[in-house]
Every structure is written in C-alpha cells, then in structure tokens.
C-alpha cells in the first residue's frame, strides 16, 4: 500500500470511528431514537448508518432490542459508555497536541516574519487560531490586527503589515511546504495562509 493510499485508508478509517463516536454520544443522550434519524444527524446514507449500528452491537457497545415491527430500541451498554469517555479522552490528547504543535509552527513563522522587518501582522477573516497568532505577535513584539478579506480587497496595508489568511481560506496557487512557505517569506512575500502550517 503506498502512502498516499495509507492516508486515505486512515482518513476513511478516523471518519467511521469520528461517526461510531458520535452514533454512540446521541444515542447515550437521546431516549428514543430512529435509525434514519442518526443518518440524518451524521450524515450517513440508512444502509452506512445499519452497518455502523451493527458493528457496535457485535462489540458490545450498544444493545439493540426490536419493540414491534416498526419500531427498534438502541441503547449504550456499560461498555459503550465506556468507549464515550475513552475516545473522547483520546480525541482531547489528539487537540492539545495539535493545539502545541500549532503554537509552535505559528511563533517560528510569526518570528521569521518579524525578522523580516514587518511591525504588523493582519490576520485576515475569523479563525479558530487567532488566540496563538495573537499571543505570538504580543511574544514578538509585533502589533496584530485583525482584518475582513473585503476590506484587504479594497484597502491597501502598510508596507510594514504582513497578511495571513485565516485557515479557512486555501492559497491560490496551492499549499506550500513549510519549508517552501519560509523560503518565500524570506524572499519577499507579504502574505501566507494559515492553512499552509496545519496538520
């Protein structure tokens, strides 16, 4: 398998684990809860969404009981709650490691953009990490501000203020290395996009 291939298998893999988390979480939160209802909420097709409920009977995760006909009962077994605290405790570890690994990338990139001269770092639309660029801008002695992307259409910056893009915005020309982001940053450029430094 190539790595490329491995990637998607992980990504497919963490997705079904991300919606046998979330099956689990509604339906420990929910008394009465129809399968087509859970498609609807995870986004799954009614077949996906059998298979997932199967595969966490077979485990023991969730007990399955038919009232009549038409209506069939879900519920979180001991095991199953269990399985909550412990996948949610994995996927906190998994944030704040990112959250660290992030923090990290962004004070490297925010010094090397303060080494180049800029005094201002604009950080433009709202972003779920705009508190680590901010307190990596107060570290580096470099002012932060934070700007919409009409108004950075319309409203040339200051020579002195470097735009980064918030990661809900993708460059243009595609995501550079970090490696590729910093030569360029070294070379001139006066923008980056947040999206380049995430996992």
């Known amino acids: ?5 491995m990637d998607k298998h992980d990504s497919n893999t963490s997705q079904l684990v991300d919606h046998e988390l979330e099956v689990l979480r509604h339906i420990a939160s929910v008394n009465d809860v129809r399968q ?3 498609a609807q909420i995870i986004g799954m097709s009614l077949g996906m969404t059998n298979a997932i409920l199967k595969r ?3 485990k023991g995760l969730i007990t ?3 009232v009549n006909n038409r209506n069939i009962m879900y519920a979180v077994s001991p095991d199953g709650f269990e399985e909550i605290a412990s996948r949610s405790y994995r996927y906190l570890k998994r944030t704040i490691k990112n959250v660290v690994v992030y923090r990290e990338t962004i004070e490297s990139l925010v010094g090397l953009i303060s080494e180049q001269g800029f005094r201002e770092i604009d950080l433009v639309d709202a972003s779920d990490l705009d508190f680590i660029v901010e307190h990596a801008c107060t570290a580096a002695s470099v002012k932060y501000a934070r700007r919409r992307a009409k108004a950075v259409a319309g409203d040339p910056e200051p020579d002195t203020a470097f735009l980064l893009h918030s990661e809900r915005h993708e460059p243009p020309s595609g995501r550079r290395s970090l490696t590729e982001l910093e030569s360029a940053i070294r070379s001139g450029a006066r923008e980056a996009y947040l999206s380049e430094v995430l996992i």
């Open 56 to 58: 966490l009977a077979r």
């Open 64 to 66: 399955i009981r038919k």
């Open 36 to 38: 087509r209802d859970l």
């Open 1 to 5: 398998m190539n790595n490329e291939t």
